[in-house]
């Protein structure tokens, strides 16, 4: 996947309520971490999985992210909760 985006219909969302960050999706709803929400953010179909890592490593001084952002990203990929805004 070159420039991952969240899929039609997906969109994240803060929960005041449960004090969680949720990804929703037609089918339901997905729980999510104050990282993954982090790298969903720069999902955004312009940012390569590269750019995204760079932006994330900067933001945790230098911090090797790399593995865990392309980990998260081919994970939600595979569910088809990221498209490749590329294409």
């Known amino acids: 996947m070159t420039r991952p985006r969240l899929a039609t219909g997906a969109r994240l969302r803060y929960d005041e309520v449960r004090e969680e960050h949720l990804l929703l999706v037609p089918e ?3 729980r999510l971490n104050p990282t ?3 790298v969903l953010e720069l ?3 312009e ?3 590269e750019e995204i890592v760079g932006v994330l ?3 945790y001084d230098g911090a090797d992210v ?3 952002v392309r980990g998260l990203v081919e994970a939600m990929a ?3 909760l990221l ?3 590329s294409a």
Do not use: L, N
Request: hydrophobic share 25%.
């Open 28 to 30: 339901g709803a997905v």
């Open 36 to 38: 993954a929400v982090q």
């Open 43 to 45: 999902c955004d179909g």
């Open 47 to 49: 940012r390569s999985v």
């Open 57 to 59: 490593s900067t933001r």
């Open 66 to 68: 790399g593995e865990d």
């Open 78 to 80: 595979q569910k088809g």
């Open 83 to 85: 498209v490749d805004g």
